[in-house]
């Protein structure tokens, strides 16, 4: 049977990781490991997996690195698995349902010929889509699907590795997403696995301010959308997405720049024409 891990990336969340714990003690398929990357915690964290591991009711496996980001915790993750069973990423504040594993059990079974399945995050969505191959970028560009689950297939991704930078700490999954589009189809199954609730602190909810103190990574992401709507999509949607993705662009570029001068310097003459969509834009993301 194939070997499925849970993958936890986690940082100074101990109280959140309890409600987690418990609904994967909770599973009716316990057939699975917890593979936890404790990013760095200065908290009780690494305690509280000693005591999870001796009681010794699910399998878990807990490494601690250097603080370095959610993305470089993921990367270390792949190392260890390598190309062995499948893998879900669930966040520390968040939870699955107690028939989620089972649930990716009989996926892992029925789609042994595609990268993977998604399911939405949350509640079942309205949608047509259900049991469909699609892009996984697809789902938030197209479909406008933008939280999801995702179960990989190890073998389809084992040697890839999210690019860092020195000295920052974010980068977003995107950039795994259109590395995944690369190698082929996922199902999207419309079932509901997976609970999540934003944190203060939390990634999604401080985004824009992580673009800001991340922007070498925050640029390189955005630049790869962009060759990535210029290759796979075209007219309404294209023209749209590209300028969406260029304004956050200059955004990021001027609100970064030491002033206006400074960012036209660089910038060059065809920022002038759309400076004052990107000021709007500048003060909207990072007020």
């Not at 305690?47 to 490494?63: A, R, V």
């Not at 601690?64 to 190392?79: D, I, P, S, V």
Request: some cysteine; proline content about 2%; hydrophobic content about 35%.
């Amino acid at each position: 049977m194939d070997k499925l891990y849970i993958v936890t990336p986690t940082y100074n969340r101990e109280k959140e990781l309890r409600k987690l714990y418990s609904s994967l003690k909770g599973q009716t398929d316990k057939n699975f490991v917890w593979l936890v990357i404790d990013d760095g915690s200065n908290d009780s964290t690494g305690e509280l997996f000693q005591e999870w591991i001796k009681e010794n009711f699910i399998t878990i496996e807990y490494y601690f690195k250097a603080n370095g980001g959610k993305h470089t915790a993921y990367n270390y993750a792949l190392e260890i698995m390598g190309k062995e069973g499948y893998h879900v990423v669930v966040d520390s504040d968040d939870w699955l349902v107690e028939t989620a594993v089972a649930i990716f059990r009989r996926a892992i079974i029925n789609d042994t010929n595609i990268v993977g399945t998604v399911y939405p995050k949350g509640k079942k969505i309205k949608n047509e889509i259900d049991n469909v191959l699609l892009s996984i970028v697809d789902l938030r560009i197209k479909y406008k699907i933008v939280e999801t689950c995702i179960l990989i297939k190890n073998e389809q991704i084992h040697d890839y590795r999210f690019p860092t930078f020195d000295g920052e700490k974010f980068m977003s999954e995107e950039v795994l997403y259109i590395h995944l589009d690369k190698i082929g189809k996922f199902r999207f199954k419309n079932y509901e696995v997976y609970h999540f609730k934003y944190l203060e602190g939390g990634l999604t909810n401080n985004l824009f301010s992580l673009w800001l103190k991340n922007p070498k990574g925050t640029l390189y992401f955005l630049e790869q959308r962009k060759k990535f709507i210029k290759k796979n999509y075209k007219g309404v949607v294209k023209i749209k997405e590209l300028i969406k993705t260029t304004l956050n662009m200059e955004a990021v570029e001027y609100t970064i720049s030491k002033s206006t001068y400074d960012y036209f310097r660089k910038a060059g003459i065809k920022s002038i024409l759309i400076f004052p969509f990107v000021y709007i834009v500048s003060k909207i993301r990072f007020k």
